[in-house]
């Protein structure tokens, strides 16, 4: 089936330093890549949503200058974290759309995870 | 505007005892319908899913059925092992976008 690896799968990091996080579908090329943030016992919150060469869609409340998203190719897309501080600490969860058939819509695939704390 | 509202946990059951996890959601349109499962230190695994009203999703044991009346999507096992133990979250997705709507989960611990 279908895979989407994160890299790093969790990071500590110093406060304000920048983190960045990978995403890769790895046997499928992916449309559409999606950034998700899950704070402990709740629920997963869409951050943004980002297209192979084009800039990525953040949801309201998402600082577009402090979580950078570049989607460099069908099968990567990066999430940069900077000035990190405290308050950013979370599990960050990507997720990648293949392509549906024709007039389908394609299925999501979601990452393992990355768990960032800052210090 | 969309929203899952799922059962609060967590649930505690002993290996073998039936599990419900209620699930009701607010959505404009038709929906797509999803449970997915979180193993401890692991990322989200779709379980099962339904399309459209009526539908039958079903995965290892476990079933939830599309009801359009009463805007629910409950989860069900008939009979449950510690393997299952893990956080279920239950999700919709619209029929015009890409975005999911996800509820906050409920942890469930079997006990042998």
Known sequence: ?119 | GNSVTQMEGPVTLSEEAFLTINCTYTATGYPSLFWYVQYPGEGLQLLLKATKADDKGSNKGFEATYRKETTSFHLEKGSVQVSDSAVYFCALRTITGNQFYFGTGTSLTVIP
């Open chain 1, 1 to 119: 089936g279908a895979v989407v690896s994160q890299h790093p799968s969790w990071v500590i990091c110093k406060s304000g330093t920048s983190v960045k996080i990978e995403c890769r579908s790895l046997d499928f090329q992916a449309t559409t890549m999606f950034w998700y943030r899950q704070f402990p016992k709740q629920s997963l919150m869409l951050m943004a949503t980002s297209n192979e060469g084009s800039k990525a869609t953040y949801e309201q409340g998402v600082e577009k200058d402090k979580f950078l998203i570049n989607h460099a190719s069908l099968t990567l897309s990066t999430l940069t974290v900077t000035s990190a501080h405290p308050e950013d600490s979370s599990f960050y969860i990507c997720s990648a759309k293949n392509y549906g058939k024709a007039g389908g819509g394609g299925t999501q695939y979601f990452g393992p995870g990355t768990r960032l704390l800052v210090l």
